[in-house]
């Protein structure tokens, strides 16, 4: 018999309908449950793409006897922390807070039925004791019994939890100029942490730490050669460079220590973006990233793949691409692409189409990564004897294993040049046969067991991949990629967006949960970014509510910043104000960075002081854990060091043609906003509406609340911008 997650919405909670457990969903009436009955809640949370989630649900979950002692002693909740972040993001710190041990999925966690305080935790339990962790049935068995007999030692120990988790987000706001220190702090922090040969962070796992190169790129772009923002390493924390003094080993060329400012941080971007698309966790075959390595080569993964990281992953691998000339970095950014629009977009037939669904699996058949690794002979029998000599060498399958059970997770092993030299081939030749073979390759991969698919359409995940849809469409002047943005954003607003609300997802039963903190701030920015490639009023007044919305029901009205539930939001142990970047990059940054934007396009003074004021609430978590806070870095860049905004009016194509010929003629677009808003447009709020339209088009310029003469000449427009944007290229 099905148990109550039958008719969920989340495919991770359905996974676990047939279970022998009498599992809830998180509700009212799941709730009321474990009062009425005074049973402690067992509260288990997973993602759908979840390796170990997977484990534990077949050792334990699917096992009669385990499942038996769950439903006597506990009311059994299941939460996706994908649906239900503001859950996760509460007892992840509860767990930290009990154990000292950093938390992760699955999270196992015993509330008390009256307060659902924590007052026991942990991750993933195994069936029978190894690794040195007891068999999750004992762990029952004792949690229950401390539940029966020590009520006075649970209630004391859930008030100092509870008065930790009141006070954890409850800091005083900087109240002094707000100045680059926390960015120098997080500059000497990433140097430290670099590693020169691999790129990222030294050591394993890996992961790829988006809004951290995020941060290196925009710094490259506003620090001149030689000159710039003080740096750490001008002071007492001096830290001799981690780069290379020699050139580094195959695949990357030489980087030296002697970069001049801006340089570095483009340098570490660049071999970073380089040795991860020459790794085992750039799906290199099929396109598209995993979402971290176990060792510090990128070269293993956990296989499965989610949308937040590939959508953050699209633009940085967009700017590498053209900060670096680098073909193999724009080879990733196509077959991403191909890969978003072959397998992550909801197709006709269902409100669902053109939304992205969430993930794939890391397992298929039962095994992680079965679908993506390969034996030798295998390889060897699907293609000709000229197709092997290349693939071989190419993929590394001429070397040892790389995986367990004696198979081979495809790298870049070698360049082509290399390649072609040894095998007396053409460049060119070389490169027709390893697109031929990978062909082949992908072919026969399709006919293997699929990962399962997590087709839960998701409003921040969307929102993040239109925003880095949309960039990179800027960037490479692909309007492909544009395309695919306007499609998912129509059906985030058919089906995410009712009355004046937000929600945080959707399928063909309606939407459903409240939008959270990421939700409205993440589409904020898409839809800042979306204007860039094509106005539209619809869109402006959309993100103008979301920033209403944002003040209105998200703002700390006292100490400053976002809270990441709203004001009317279902009441829960903790109300969190997260300032980190965690897997998804900090909301509050976020937030911050599009409030500037949108208050300087607009003119609205009420969004740039709600974004000073969180950057004076986070001031003192960003000088606590530097690095860890990259994108509201990269926010108090943008405040210290104000964005170039561009509006141009036009009213033709030519004249709109012209116009954006030569923004791009200026070069980088990294720090430019730039609108260009027909003169048909109609009426536009705020400073828009003073910004007319001049016979054969006219564009305005300005830095923060510093504006140029208007420009009545499109060649005079880059000519401008060129000292905006040489810095980028340098």
Not at 445 to 471: C, F, H, Q, Y
């Amino acid at each position: 018999m099905s148990n109550r997650l039958a008719n969920e919405t989340s495919p991770y909670l359905r996974q676990h309908a047939d279970n022998p457990v009498d599992w809830w969903p998180w509700n009212a009436e799941a709730l009321a449950a474990a009062r009425a009955q005074d049973k402690p809640i067992l509260l288990s949370i997973g993602y759908s793409a979840c390796h170990w989630c997977h484990v534990m649900a077949h050792e334990s979950f699917e096992d009669e006897a385990t499942a038996r002692l769950m439903n006597e002693k506990f009311i059994c909740i299941k939460v996706d922390r994908e649906e239900r972040p503001d859950l996760d993001r509460i007892y992840q710190l509860a767990h930290q807070a009990l154990t000292r041990r950093g938390g992760g999925w699955p999270l196992t966690v015993f509330l008390a039925p009256d307060d659902l305080a924590p007052f026991y935790a942990g991750t993933y339990f195994p069936k029978e004791a190894r690794h040195g962790m007891p068999p999750f049935a004992y762990v029952l068995e004792q949690v229950r019994g401390f539940w029966d007999t020590r009520r006075d030692a649970v209630r004391a120990q859930n008030a100092t939890l509870r008065e930790f988790l009141e006070h954890y987000d409850a800091g005083e706001a900087h109240d002094g100029a707000l100045d680059d220190a926390p960015i120098r702090a997080t500059l000497a922090q990433i140097e430290r942490n670099f590693d020169s040969e691999y790129g990222g962070h030294a050591g394993a796992p890996k992961f790829p730490h988006c809004p951290e190169m995020e941060l290196l790129l925009d710094l490259s772009s506003l620090l001149p050669p030689g000159e710039g923002a003080r740096r750490a390493d001008e002071g007492e924390d001096s830290q001799k460079s981690t780069l290379p003094q020699s050139a580094a080993p195959f695949p990357h060329p030489a980087l030296r220590a002697t970069f001049s400012r801006g340089e570095k941080e483009k340098q570490m971007v660049e071999l970073t973006l380089t040795r991860m698309a020459e790794g085992g966790i750039h799906d290199q075959v099929g396109g598209g990233f995993c979402r971290y390595s176990v060792d510090e080569r990128w070269e293993i993964p956990h296989f499965e793949k989610m949308l937040y990281d590939n959508a953050q992953l699209l633009p940085l691998y967009a700017d590498g691409a053209m900060i670096g000339g680098n073909g193999l970095r724009a080879e990733v950014v196509q077959r991403l692409g191909e890969w978003l629009k072959r397998e992550m977009v909801a197709g006709p037939g269902t409100i669902k189409h053109g939304a992205f669904y969430s993930a794939l699996d890391a397992d298929s058949e039962g095994e992680e990564g079965r679908f993506y690794v390969w034996q030798r002979d295998e390889v060897r029998a699907l293609l000709d004897a000229d197709e092997f000599a290349v693939a071989e060498r190419r993929y590394g399958f001429d070397r040892p294993p790389n995986f367990e059970q004696h198979a081979w997770n495809p790298i870049v092993a070698q360049p082509l040049e290399a390649i072609a030299a040894a095998l007396n081939l053409p460049v060119q030749q070389a490169d027709a046969l390893l697109s031929r073979a990978r062909r082949k390759l992908f072919a026969a991969r399709a006919e293997r067991t699929p990962p399962g698919l997590d087709d839960k359409i998701l409003t921040a995940w969307n929102a993040l991949m239109i925003s880095g849809l949309v960039r990179a469409a800027r960037t490479m002047d692909n309007p492909a990629f544009t395309a695919l943005a306007e499609s998912a954003l129509e059906a985030l607003r058919a089906n995410a967006w009712r009355d004046g609300r937000l929600y945080a997802s959707f399928d063909d039963r309606g939407a459903r949960l409240p939008a959270y903190l990421d939700d409205h701030a993440f589409l904020l920015d898409a839809l800042l970014d979306l204007l860039q490639v094509d106005w539209n009023n619809r869109r402006l007044d959309w993100a103008i509510a979301l920033a209403e919305i944002l003040l209105e029901r998200f703002e700390d009205h006292e100490r400053g910043g976002f809270f990441f539930t709203a004001h009317d939001h279902e009441k829960l142990l903790q109300r969190p104000k997260p300032f980190a970047d965690e897997a998804l990059p900090s909301g509050n940054g976020v937030a911050a960075q599009a409030l500037l934007r949108l208050g300087h396009l607009v003119g609205e003074t009420r969004y740039l002081d709600a974004a000073e004021r969180t950057l004076r609430a986070a001031y003192a978590t960003m000088t606590q854990m530097p690095s860890a806070c990259a994108t509201l870095q990269r926010a108090l860049g943008d405040f210290l060091h104000p964005r170039t905004l561009v509006v141009v009016r036009f009213d033709s194509v030519e004249e709109d043609a012209a116009w954006r010929a030569a923004l791009h003629d200026a070069g980088s677009l990294r720090r430019i906003d730039a609108y260009f808003i027909p003169d048909q447009a109609g009426d536009l709020p705020g400073t828009l509406a003073a910004q007319k339209y001049a016979s054969g088009g006219i564009a305005y310029v300005c830095r923060g609340t510093q504006c140029d003469p208007p420009i009545h000449a499109s060649r005079l427009l880059a000519e401008k911008l060129i000292g905006e944007t040489t810095r980028a290229s340098q």
